[in-house]
């Protein structure tokens, strides 16, 4: 075995899992997927504090022992885009959809995101916490350590708050790490009569609440013909930076506007969708330290032809993320590694990078890549033990694995 060891004046930890092989995804481990094989990896106050071969873990003392049986040990997944908190389904949408039913017809009858938005305003803040627990809980069987959530679906004052609010309550609730983004601009509410008027109202009353409450990590928009425009955008992302909020956008998904590279200006942390992205804006989002994030549910939903030129971003070395986008239209899908699945299918792009997507990359989309989303000295202790041959195997099928075991910041909270 290459020699990973860390510190080896280290002699007692608080916890040690041994007999494990290690997909760190560190890229300073040159082996695929950041392999240490015949491994263990010692934790301390939560954080990861020691890693080596079973025979120098022979030499650590420990408070508990954690037998590996040689299953492959992963850092917990993230989930770096979802909407996840909403109230209602679009089931009945869904089914109109394949009778053979228009956007324009559904729109008429109150559907689409006015469905949601209006189930989602309709909830009490217990109701719509109660409703989007057991989401997130289906994720947290997947591995998912870390998961952003999105607002949206309020529109308002009072409901966007009571949204963030919910999402606040999960972090408290669940052994989970959440990151929530105010997406005010998320589409133009029935209360409105134009899009300049929302936006300048999301200016001036909603993002000083938001600020000021401490409810949100970061802002996103939705940058599309049928959401708001790059100037619209601009004037919302120059509000949030200047109260400090880092920005995301929903880009470049049906159409160009440029919208990626307006999160460049702005030094923002990652850009979502990316369908319609052309290559020369590529250069301009790697030199802004951006991650692009790919959301291959809902390109499956939606039946998209139009693929993200994922291999000039490769081609470029621009960071790649995965998420699953869960939403009650476009992406109903509660599962991150069926989601992984559909990367490899449809994105053809490999395990490595899928499982790089969902781990080190989609900590950076999140800003948090100092804490979480590899296996180093120093990170936190976010981890999944899987009954798997090879880390490939995550990727493979679809509902064939889940985690036997899942730490988070070292604490097992998963069994099976």
């Known amino acids: ?75 917990g997944l993230i989930d770096c885009h979802t909407h996840l908190v909403y109230g209602g389904n679009r089931a009945e949408e869904f089914e109109l959809k394949l009778s053979g039913a228009t956007y324009e017809e559904l729109s008429k009858k109150g559907g689409g995101i006015v469905s949601t938005v209006n189930a989602t305003r309709s909830l009490s803040e217990q109701a719509l916490f109660d409703a989007s627990a057991p989401r997130l809980q289906k994720l947290l069987a997947e591995g998912v350590t870390t998961v952003e959530i999105k607002s949206g679906y309020g529109l308002n004052l009072s409901d966007e708050m009571k949204m963030l609010r919910v999402a606040r309550k999960l972090h408290k609730s669940f052994p989970v790490d959440i990151k929530t983004t105010f997406l005010g601009a998320h589409a133009l509410p029935s209360d409105f009569d134009n899009k300049d008027s929302y936006i300048q109202f999301l200016i001036d009353t909603v993002l000083p609440e938001v600020s000021s409450q401490g409810l949100a990590d970061a802002v996103d928009f939705f940058c599309e013909g049928i959401g708001f425009s790059r100037d619209q955008c601009s004037r919302y992302a120059q509000a949030a930076t200047e109260l400090g909020l880092p920005v995301k956008g929903h880009v470049e998904q049906l159409s160009y506007l440029a919208g990626a590279k307006l999160v460049a200006e702005f030094g923002g942390l990652s850009v979502d969708h990316l369908e319609y992205l052309p290559e020369d804006d590529i250069p301009v989002l790697k030199d802004a330290n951006l991650v692009a994030v790919l959301l291959p549910g809902a390109f499956y939903s939606l039946r998209e032809t139009k693929m993200p030129p994922i291999k000039q971003m490769l081609e470029h070395e621009l960071p790649i993320a995965i998420a699953s986008d869960l939403n009650p239209g476009s992406s109903p899908i509660a599962s991150l590694l069926n989601v992984m699945n559909l990367a490899c299918v449809l994105y053809k792009m490999t395990p490595e990078v899928v499982l790089r997507g969902v781990t080190a990359n989609a900590a950076r989309a999140l800003g948090e890549q100092s804490e979480v989303g590899k296996i180093r000295k120093g990170l936190k202790a976010d981890l999944a033990l899987w009954p798997i041959d090879s880390p490939a195997q995550l990727c493979y099928g679809m509902n064939l694995v889940k985690p036997s075991m899942v730490f988070k910041e070292g604490r097992c909270v998963k069994s099976l």
């Open 1 to 75: 075995m290459t020699d990973h060891s860390t510190n080896s004046s280290i002699t007692s930890v608080d916890t040690i899992i041994n007999s494990v092989h290690i997909a760190s995804m560190d890229e300073k481990i040159t082996e695929p997927y950041g392999t240490i094989r015949d491994a263990a990896i010692g934790i301390t106050d939560g954080k990861i504090s020691w890693l080596g071969s079973n025979h120098e873990a022979e030499n650590i003392t420990a408070n508990d022992t954690i037998a590996g049986e040689s299953q492959w040990l992963t850092p």
